[in-house]
């Protein structure tokens, strides 16, 4: 068997999606587990929608989960140029192969004239397919609609008969022949259309395994006939199921974010992305385990265990999934992605993180990670972690700070903590319950109330490790705030 190369080609009119990377993984971990050569093409043919923005952005997100590419863009590698654009002369060579050998040919018809021929046979009740009108045109009747400016398109001619292939997920697929059409393999621009570079791009990069999206069947026996009638070895294919929402749709942005980029942004893991988009469809005999490295992936990862029903995209499980690295992650590098999210939200400014505000972003994962589902979770939540003036939230003000005798207890909390030596946990505890106890008060009354003033909400991380976090500083200016606040709402009310 030659050695395994396989490829992964996004067109880049976007941002990488959740269903390329799941392909661009699975294409990886075949390649590695097999000790083959994975390939990036990028197929940018498309030259309205293509866009560098967007090539970049799929650099990114595969560098960004670790799918590193042994040959492609700045990497290079003996079978560049990896952009289609770039290939322009391959695609035409070969057009003009199938052209002198009677495999192809010209056609003029214009896009009106097809449409009012499609829509009389649908008006019949019968499907349209090209009706070959100018299969045998003429030399003087080309001539002459070239002479009208009309530049043709080239079409391949579909052979009568079946065409087959193997698939590795579905066995043996027949198509009729008669039900396919011949099919435009150059535009009248000169550019190819996407079944015909692939091919050709396909053949000359030496691929042996196409593994990509089950939506390309209908693709393939179209290719399957390129591939003979150029002389190119047929490759072997694995069409992989297609990623669903829970209401069994495509995967779209209704489900949440489709692109890897927005979750990168939100502080998801790679690790933990890798992990869950490795488990879509992917069925690893061991039902019971959910975590896989990347080297466990490579050691395991077969396309005989793909499985041939589509995968659904469960958000709630990539959060406890993204939960489950997190715990396991180190503080100070999550930290460091928590200062990236900062960053990118325009909070903070490069300058602003010094040595000690990055301790205290590393202080706060510390006491929040095991509340996590993804980073940015403490910007949307706690935000009181980078702002003094939070709001409080309206019930927890009602039902907590106001109640008769809250005040006092705040006052009283407050020259608590302002004798303190340390902010300490422990000493933070000892000097709540010791002052609850002098008060005749269970400890909740006073805890509940610092937690509102300190934050704005009855929920969070432990009081005391928040408030040792927080910092003293910070606390009293914060309770003296919420006594502000509440001292403004009885004089109003």
Known sequence: MDRVRVRFAPSPTGFLHLGGARTALFNWAFARKMKGTFILR????????????????????????????????????????????????????????????????????????????????????????????????????????EEQGRKPVLRFFIPPGTTTFQDMLRGEVLFHNQELDDFVIMKSDGMPTYNFACVVDDALMRITHVIRGDDHISNTPRQVLLYRALDFPVPEFAHIPMILGKDRTRLSKRHGSPSVTYYRDKGYLPEAMLNYLARLSWATGEEEKEIFTREEIIERFSLSQVTKHAAVFDLDKLNWMNGVYIRKTDNRYLASLLRDILLREGRFREEDFTPEFLEYLENLIAIMKDRLKYLAQIVEEADYFFREDFAFDPEAFEKVL????????????????????????????????????????????????????????????????????????????????ALDALEERRRTS
């Open 42 to 145: 990028i197929e940018d043919t498309d030259v309205v929608r293509s866009t560098e923005a967007s090539v970049e952005v799929i650099l990114e997100s595969l560098e960004w989960l670790g799918l590193h590419w042994d040959e492609g863009p700045r990497v290079g590698g003996p079978y560049g140029p990896y952009f289609q654009s770039e290939r322009l002369h391959f695609y035409r060579e070969y057009a003009e192969k199938l052209l002198r050998e009677g495999l192809a040919y010209r056609c003029y018809c214009t896009p009106e004239e097809l449409e009012e021929r499609r829509q009389m046979v649908i008006a019949k009740g019968e499907s349209w397919r090209y009706d070959r009108k100018c299969y045998a045109l003429p030399d003087a009747e080309r001539k002459r609609l």
């Open 402 to 481: 106001l109640p008769e005798g809250t005040e006092e207890i705040l006052r009283e909390c407050l020259k608590a903590l302002q004798d303190l030596p340390d902010f300490t946990v422990e000493t933070l505890e000892n000097a709540i319950r010791k002052k609850a106890e002098e008060l005749n008060l269970k400890a909740a009354r006073l805890i509940h109330p610092l937690r509102v003033s300190v934050s704005g909400q009855k929920v969070g991380p432990g009081l005391f490790e928040l408030l040792s976090v927080l910092g003293k500083e910070r606390v009293l200016k914060r309770i003296e705030r």
